[in-house]
């Protein structure tokens, strides 16, 4: 049996796919893409959940243990998102 490393967002949306499916469980996952470039006005507008929902930013690079690592934000509004990426965007991290 092979395996392929694959991203969060790309198995949660096979799993949605083509395993969940019934109405229950579909379309619970939304995400947003943030790269160094995005412009967050523009990303609110195009998802005007990300303005009333709770959310959670962490990057999708296949990396262990990023909570320990301090790589993942919980519970943060959308200005909340802006300001921990601020922080750690585009900054080299030691994963051990």
């Known amino acids: 049996m092979s395996a392929k490393a694959i991203s969060e967002q790309t198995g949660k949306e096979f799993l949605y796919k083509h395993i969940c499916t019934s109405a229950a469980v579909q379309n619970r996952f ?3 893409r943030v790269t160094a470039e995005t ?5 609110a507008k195009e998802h005007p959940w990300l303005l ?3 959310l959670v930013v962490k990057p999708d690079q296949l990396i262990k243990r990023r909570g320990k690592l301090g790589l993942v ?3 943060l509004d959308l200005n909340g998102v802006r300001d921990w990426l601020k922080s750690r965007l585009m900054k080299e991290t030691t994963v051990r």
């Open 39 to 43: 412009d967050f006005d523009r990303l």
């Open 30 to 32: 939304r995400y947003a």
């Open 73 to 75: 934000g919980v519970n």
């Open 52 to 54: 009333t929902e709770r």
